[in-house]
């Protein structure tokens, strides 16, 4: 079983990505064989800057190998190392048609909000399409805000295999329909565009600055708190077991702790938590060609992969050379 994800690296990990994506491709480690890249490539589809682009990938390499991927067991390289993906997305763009990419929501909402799409926004599911079909793609865990990418994956391999013949392998897609939506400081979805997130790796002045502002109601100290209303209690208890919710609860319901005490433990827990993590990746940022030799060594395994799918996507279309 091969259960390949990609990651695009847009910017600072939050604990939502933590709590959903990051840990369950994490699980996948152990139980299989595990291939997980960088998706630089369709970042450049909200392109900001060179600099931008270069140290959103250092930085998203760093944070998932400092969160525990292990190149010993998990391929883990940059999308654009292995330029076969691009190849093949170009091979792949004939078996979808243009309307049905025109109903891509994540396409469809980015033109709402006014973005003035490149083609490369609107043929962004063909490369990610592309992704899974090149590495032979069993499994593929994603958020909810992917399963129609998926489903243009299966489509395409689907399409490609009955006009070709039997060539790519139709992913499974692994979501979990109802992994809660992880609340942010102001109790919407914690997300970057909302700038409402606990950043895994801010400082602690960032941490505690977010924490504090996390939105409760007026309650006295003394009075009984409601852990289930409350955004802190929720966002603790994405860190404890049962009992050590049961703990804490009683904490909110037997009055006499404020919320700034609340938030205050709610701090403590967060640093305790990553400082392992942190520590970890300051190392790795203090040691990059370490992190360039892991991630050749991803590319060079990846590419041994890429190279022979190509080939019998070639061989199937009639490519030159034959
Ligand atoms: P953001 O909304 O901050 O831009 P992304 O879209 O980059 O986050 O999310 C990356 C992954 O993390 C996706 O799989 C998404 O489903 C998951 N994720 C992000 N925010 C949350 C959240 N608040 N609750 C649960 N999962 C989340
Ligand atoms: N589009 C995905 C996201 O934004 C990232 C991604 C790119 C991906 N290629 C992929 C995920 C292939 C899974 C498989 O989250």
New binding site residues.
Partial sequence: MKILTG??P??K??????????RKILHYQNKAELMLFIANLHALTTFSSKENLKENTISAALDLLALGVDPDKTIFWIQSDVPEVTELTWYLSQSITVSQLQLAHSFKDKVAKGFVPGAGLFTYPVLMASDILLYSADKVP?????KQHLEFARDIAERFNSNFGETLTVPEPDIDEN??????VDGA??????KN?IDLFGTEKEIKKAIMSIVSDSKEISEPKDPDTSIIFQIHSLFLNEEEKQILKTRYTSGGVGYGDLKKSLLDQVMTHFEPFRKKREELSNDLSYVNEILAKGKTKASSIARKKIEEVRKALGIYPF
């Fill in positions: 990651v695009q847009s910017g990990l939050h604990l939502g990505n933590y709590f959903s994506a990051i994603v958020g909810k805000d992917q992994t809660a939506a992880i609340p942010g979805k914690m997300s970057k565009s909302y997130t």
